[in-house]
C-alpha cells in the first residue's frame, strides 16, 4: 500500500507539486478508498484489492486532466461538514469558513440570517448548525447549485430555506438581520494566471466580474441591505484581497457604519463588516 501511495504522489508532483500531491493521495485514501492514516501507518504492507487499484487509477487520470480532487470523492469538508460539490458549485474554500466562524463569534440569539449566493449551501448550513436558534436562508441564481444545497441541508439535518434569486435584480420585502455573501469577485482579467482545475471544473458564473466594475455585486447587495436590514443590521462579505479599501469606501458611502476589514490566517485583506 504504502508504494502504492508513494508512486501517486510522484506521477502526480509535476502537475501539482510535492506538497499539495501528497494532500490530494490522502484525500483519495481517505475518502474514496476509506483507507486512514492510522491504518496506512500501522499496516504499510497491506495490500489493495482490485477494485482499490482501479479507483485510484480512474482517479490519476482525472487529476492529470487537473479535475478537482473533490469532485473525484464526490465532497469537501467545510467546518468539518462533508457537503456535495459538483461541477455547478463552487468548492467551499477554507477562507470562507472563517467568515463562518467570525459570524457565529459575533451573533447570538434568534436572529433572522441571509446568504445572497449560496452555491453547495456550506455557509447557512454551518451557520445554522452552529447557531441553532437561528433562522437562516439561501438564495442562489443557479437551479442545479439549489438542488445541491438542499440536498446537503438534508443530509446534515440542517432546516435550511434555499430560494431562487438573482442578486443583481433582488425581487423581496423581506427583513434580516444579518446578510451575508461570498459574491463573485475575480476580475475576468484574472483568468490566466488561475489554475485549470477552477477555471476547467468550477462555475464562471460564481467566480466572474467584468474588469470594468468588480464591486458591482457588492454594490447591488449593500443596496438590498439598506431596504432590507432590520435595524442595526449586519452586512458580512468575502472580499477579493485586491479590493478591501474600494468595497470599504463603497459601504461607508452607501451609508453603513463600523466598516471593518478583516484579514485572513494568510494576513490578506479577506473580509468586511459593516452594521446599518
Known amino acids: 500500500m504504502t508504494t502504492v501511495f508513494d508512486d501517486l504522489v510522484q506521477a502526480l508532483t509535476s502537475i501539482y507539486g510535492a506538497g499539495e500531491a501528497e494532500s490530494i493521495c490522502n484525500i483519495l485514501f481517505e475518502d474514496l478508498l476509506r483507507i486512514s492514516r492510522t491504518i496506512?501507518?500501522?499496516?504499510?504492507?497491506?495490500?489493495?484489492?482490485?477494485?482499490?487499484?482501479?479507483?485510484?487509477?480512474?482517479?490519476r487520470t482525472r487529476l492529470i486532466n487537473h479535475e478537482p480532487v473533490q469532485h473525484i470523492v464526490g465532497f469537501a469538508y467545510f467546518c468539518d461538514h462533508p457537503f456535495k460539490v459538483t461541477p455547478d458549485t463552487l468548492i467551499p474554500r477554507?477562507?470562507?469558513?472563517?467568515?463562518?466562524?467570525?459570524?457565529?463569534?459575533e451573533n447570538k440569539g434568534n436572529l433572522k440570517i441571509l446568504d445572497i449566493g449560496t452555491g453547495t449551501g456550506c455557509i447557512?448550513?454551518?451557520?445554522?448548525?452552529?447557531?441553532?436558534?437561528?433562522e437562516v436562508s439561501g438564495w442562489d441564481i443557479s437551479g442545479k447549485a439549489l438542488t445541491i444545497a438542499r440536498e446537503n441541508a438534508k443530509d446534515?439535518?440542517?432546516?435550511?430555506?434555499?430560494?431562487?434569486?438573482?442578486?443583481?435584480?433582488?425581487?423581496?420585502?423581506?427583513?434580516?438581520?444579518?446578510?451575508?455573501?461570498?459574491?463573485?469577485?475575480?476580475?475576468?482579467?484574472?483568468?490566466?494566471s488561475m489554475h485549470q482545475n477552477v477555471l476547467n471544473f468550477e462555475p464562471g458564473l460564481a467566480l466572474f466580474v467584468q474588469d470594468n466594475?468588480?464591486?458591482?455585486?457588492?454594490?447591488?447587495?449593500?443596496?438590498?441591505?439598506?431596504?432590507n436590514l432590520n435595524p442595526a443590521g449586519k452586512l458580512y462579505f468575502e472580499i477579493h484581497e485586491r479590493?478591501?479599501?474600494?468595497?470599504?469606501?463603497?459601504l461607508m458611502y452607501l451609508g453603513y457604519q463600523d466598516v471593518v476589514i478583516i484579514k485572513d490566517l494568510n494576513g490578506k485583506d479577506r473580509m468586511i463588516r459593516a452594521r446599518l
Open 40 to 59: 496506512r501507518l500501522v499496516d504499510p504492507e497491506k495490500n489493495l484489492s482490485l477494485e482499490e487499484i482501479e479507483l485510484l487509477e480512474n482517479a
Open 94 to 105: 477554507p477562507e470562507t469558513e472563517e467568515l463562518v466562524y467570525l459570524i457565529s463569534r
Open 124 to 134: 447557512p448550513i454551518s451557520l445554522k448548525l452552529m447557531m441553532n436558534d437561528a
Open 156 to 192: 446534515l439535518s440542517a432546516n435550511v430555506e434555499f430560494e431562487k434569486m438573482n442578486a443583481l435584480n433582488i425581487d423581496s420585502n423581506e427583513k434580516f438581520d444579518i446578510v451575508v455573501s461570498n459574491p463573485p469577485y475575480i476580475p475576468l482579467s484574472d483568468k490566466d
Open 213 to 227: 466594475d468588480p464591486l458591482l455585486f457588492y454594490r447591488r447587495i449593500a443596496e438590498f441591505g439598506k431596504t
Open 243 to 250: 479590493f478591501g479599501s474600494e468595497t470599504k469606501d463603497l
